[in-house]
């Protein structure tokens, strides 16, 4: 089965620190690119982040940039993202996304998300 | 940033309705648009991509149309399964995707 699974999301406390990850299974995980995207509760999408598939090439939402840190691990599908110096404001639940186009057209995956609660 | 401003943010409708959500970007983005449907405590799932291709495995009552800054997602005929939050998204810049900020179907 083609599928994302996130993991690492939990309580902690503002200013702390996290890592999320997320793994891939059933598709050629090296071949797209990785987004995280979350969801505050009750609110929109929000954008955070992306990796190339190869290069690494990365790129950041305002939010997050000099607190967050994506990479991926393509030996073993797998997609992360440091968190520091968390706040309120990033309690969310977070997506990873894949994206890109292959042979049978317009590939887009995402995982369940992993809830992370910053507060005290 | 490209501004995605979704209309409206929620509308009230019958099952068998056509609806129509509209999406406007804030600089020409070409077809580089997206349509999710997102249901409560589930991840998103894309019903349509390059503004008008219809995702694999997505009924044939969704539709896309549209190019440049003006976009439309269109029900033909609203089903129970369809009362759901959308979302357009520009993948025009992807070191900067957005979203608009979403409406709810709602039954009425």
């Known amino acids: 089965e083609v599928q994302l699974a996130e993991s690492g999301g939990g309580l902690i406390q503002p200013g702390g620190s996290l890592r999320l990850s997320c793994v891939g299974s059933g598709f050629t995980f090296s071949k797209y690119e990785m987004n995280w995207v979350r969801q505050g509760p009750g609110k929109g999408l929000e954008w955070i982040s992306y990796?190339?598939?190869?290069?690494?090439?990365?790129y950041y939402a305002d939010s997050a940039k000099g607190r967050f840190t994506i990479s991926r691990d393509n030996d073993i599908n797998s997609l992360y993202l440091q968190m520091t110096s968390l706040r309120a404001e990033d309690t969310a639940v977070y997506y990873c996304w894949g994206r890109g186009y292959d042979r049978s057209g317009y590939f887009d995956l995402w995982g369940p998300g992993t809830l992370v609660t910053v507060s005290s | 940033d490209i501004q995605m401003t979704q209309s409206p943010s929620s509308l009230s409708a019958s099952v068998g309705d056509r609806i129509t959500i509209n999406c406007r970007a804030s600089q020409n983005i070409g077809n580089l648009l997206n349509w999710y449907q997102q249901k409560p405590g589930k991840a998103p799932k894309l019903l349509i991509y390059a503004a008008t291709s219809l995702q694999t495995g997505v009924p044939s009552r969704f539709s896309g149309s549209g190019s440049g800054t003006d976009f439309t997602l269109t029900i033909s005929s609203l089903q129970p399964e369809d009362f759901a939050s959308y979302y357009c998204q520009q993948i025009y810049r992807i070191s900067q995707v957005t979203f608009g900020g979403g409406t709810k179907v709602e039954i009425k």
């Open positions: 990796i190339s598939p190869v290069t690494n090439t990365v």
